[in-house]
């Protein structure tokens, strides 16, 4: 008898060790293609970017409401980059979870900010710099942190955890403040408020993320054999995720014409995230099968890449104006005079835009200043 229960606990042994190490190498497939998809997620910035502005001069800016840059290639060439690392993305996250999956997003932070230096001339200040390289350490710490895969066998499983009370609180939450902003706050604010347009990208790719686990989970069970789509949730996962994608596509051009590519990735970057991964835990209960030390560890590495984004967010503005020729003595002066400063005014009087004073001037592009505003 003592035997036959060695033989069992062994068999079990065997079995917890092979299930582990499918999820291991699931956790790795998705490591792989999370990475490659920030490289070409990033690069499409400044693509997107330079056919944005391309489709400026010559047409109504997407800033503003035009639609001109859809007749631009060069845009499409960068919305074709953007495909293929959210093909990558959207396969990474069928393969590992999403506090896994979306914090490497830091690099396409990286990847943008580098480009947008050398390319598009916004200079990255030596500062910027170091909040990479604690994007990079940030990322790395929730990495080896991360928690394994849920053990799904069905997309019912998934449509079972989406629609518990908690998620659902979640989800009609994020739909009321995105109406809100997008009716009320957008017209208002969107031109001189980065957070209003990034906010609405944020918050709808939180839901998208969801969904996009949710029918890569369908796919994958479906290509090893388990057809998942005669199930209706499985088109209601994928009607979320389309409505969600060109929402964020919408509100994304709007403020990377607006904005300077190195402000908008990282606050992008920091916003998406953070409601992903709360998104996360709510419908997947992420935590629930982790250690209070990795819990700590992954909120560590999360401040860190915030503390990151926070660095390139304020030193943009250094490196702009040093470029302009203000320098250093742009950068020792007290915050509430630099703006008029920058302004080339001398006054002590906040520079207008449409007969209206606005705070927001370092985050602009010199540029849109003199597009008027509906």
């Not at 996360?280 to 099968?289: L, Q």
């Not at 909120?299 to 302009?324: E, R």
């Not at 002066?333 to 520079?351: D, E, I, V």
């Not at 449409?354 to 927001?360: E, F, N």
Request: aromatic share 10%; glycine share 8%.
């Amino acid at each position: 008898m003592a035997v036959i229960a060695t033989s069992e606990q062994m068999s079990t042994l065997h079995s917890g060790t092979d299930q582990y190490a499918s999820a291991s190498a699931d956790n790795h497939k998705g490591l792989f293609l999370a990475l490659s998809s920030s490289v070409f997620i990033g690069g499409s910035f400044i693509v997107k970017k330079k056919g944005l502005k391309r489709a400026g001069t010559s047409g109504v800016r997407a800033g503003v409401g035009g639609y001109s840059y859809l007749s631009e290639p060069l845009w499409w060439a960068g919305m074709f980059t953007m495909i293929i690392g959210e093909i990558a993305n959207f396969a990474a996250y069928a393969f590992a979870p999403a506090i896994l999956v979306t914090p490497l997003g830091a690099l396409s932070i990286i990847v943008s900010a580098t480009l947008a230096h050398i390319i598009l001339k916004e200079k990255l200040h030596v500062l910027g710099i170091l909040g990479c390289c604690l994007c990079v350490v940030g990322s790395i710490a929730i990495v080896l942190h991360a928690p394994e895969e849920r053990d799904i066998v069905s997309v019912i499983d998934v449509w079972n955890l989406a629609t518990e009370p908690a998620f659902v609180l979640y989800t009609l939450s994020v739909l009321a403040v995105v109406l809100v902003l997008v009716f009320h706050f957008a017209p208002r604010y969107g031109n001189t408020q980065v957070m209003v347009y990034v906010a609405i990208c944020s918050l709808m790719g939180s839901l998208s993320v969801m969904s996009a686990k949710a029918l890569g989970i369908a796919l994958k069970l479906t290509f090893e054999g388990v057809n998942q789509l005669v199930f209706p949730q499985t088109w209601v996962f994928a009607m979320v995720l389309m409505t969600s994608i060109l929402t964020q596509m919408n509100y994304l051009n709007k403020a990377l014409d607006t904005f300077n590519t190195a402000v908008v990735s990282p606050i992008y970057y920091v916003m998406f995230t953070s409601f992903t991964i709360v998104a996360s835990i709510i419908m997947f209960k992420d935590w629930d099968r982790q250690q209070p030390t990795q819990v700590v560890t992954e909120l560590c590495g999360f401040l860190t890449i915030l503390g990151g984004t926070y660095l390139l967010h304020v030193t943009k503005d250094y490196a702009d104006n040093a470029s302009s020729g203000i320098g250093s003595i742009y950068t020792v002066l007290p915050s509430h005079l630099t703006p008029r400063l920058a302004m080339g005014t001398g006054s002590l009087k906040r520079p207008m835009l449409d007969g209206s004073p606005t705070d927001q001037i370092p985050l602009r592009r010199q540029e849109s200043y003199h597009v008027p505003y509906s």
